[in-house]
């Protein structure tokens, strides 16, 4: 009763090992834009993290899981005054709480569907949270709204060292790293608790784990209740990082971005997730960056590039980006014998 590759084996564990290493020390080696564009790549991991939990654990596709990324932008938007930066000690609770809490609502709907109908289901109530916002002027309409400060991380008014704040890019790039750590380590420790082996025994046989007495709506609802908020963690975060939030990071192609992410790194073993959000997200800027070829702008159909490199990895590497490093590992090692 596994996912795809819940036991990392020793070859990619040394490789998420460096690849941390390398998070550590990249803010000594990168620059100002480099370093701001690492800080969104994490964001967008413990985006897909928190999708990860629905798609690759409890086997729960939902094709509106942007919905709660953007519910705690807009929270920090509609918390943060115009004049002054407030606290992100109680803003980010705050914030992930409306994300959960909408999630709640939402799922106490969706989750009694199953298949496709869950799919469809997501999305549509997705596309109404959109309409919401992008059609109301007071909610900020089609143009979104700003956030004129980032929150302060002061302690109390006490500030113990002049960095100690968000508006210092690296300052929040460690926040960012700090935050998709802890998301990890919890959701790995999660994964093998008690409830996460009821999710994965739920995406396994619903029907079996119903009939040995589990109440597979509840442990669904809580799933879908703490991806959603796990996703208001990543929404706050971008709110933060970039000052503004519009309805596009509701949108059905937020929510297909998050889905590729996954698939992208490997399903079930949240980190997976992590290297897909940051293969997605640089592979992003390279197909966005091709050049001009006689009369045809090849970086303007970044999409058509991005669709034919998901479908070649799915076809080949069926368990992502994480699959080929143990495949490979594993061929290594045969060949050593």
Known sequence: MKANLEVLPRGVQVALALGLVALVAFPFTGTDFYV???????????????LDLLQGVSGLVSLGHAAYFGLA??????????GEAVSLWWTLPLAVLAS???????GFFVVRTHGIYFIMVTMAFAQMVFFLFFDNKLLGGSDGLYINFK????????TPFAWWDLDNKHTLYYFTLAVLLVVYAFLRRLLWSPFGRALAGIRVNEHRMRAMGFGTFRYKLTAFTLA???AGLAGYLWG?????????????HMSAHGIMMVILGGMGNFAGAIVGAFAFEYLLHVFKDLPRIGSVNLGKHWQLWMGLFIVLLVTFAPRG????????GKSRKAGDE
């Open 228 to 230: 959603g908020a796990l």
């Open 151 to 158: 929150p302060t991380i002061a302690l109390f008014g006490w």
């Open 36 to 50: 701001q564009m690492v800080t969104r790549m994490m964001i967008m991991a413990i985006f897909a993290m928190s």
């Open 321 to 328: 980006i994480l699959g080929l490093v143990e495949r490979f």
């Open 100 to 106: 959960g809490l909408g999630a709640l609502i939402i």
């Open 240 to 252: 933060t990082q970039t000052g503004y939030i519009n309805p596009e990071l509701m949108g059905f």
């Open 73 to 82: 932008g807009y929270a920090l938007a509609f918390l943060m005054p115009q």
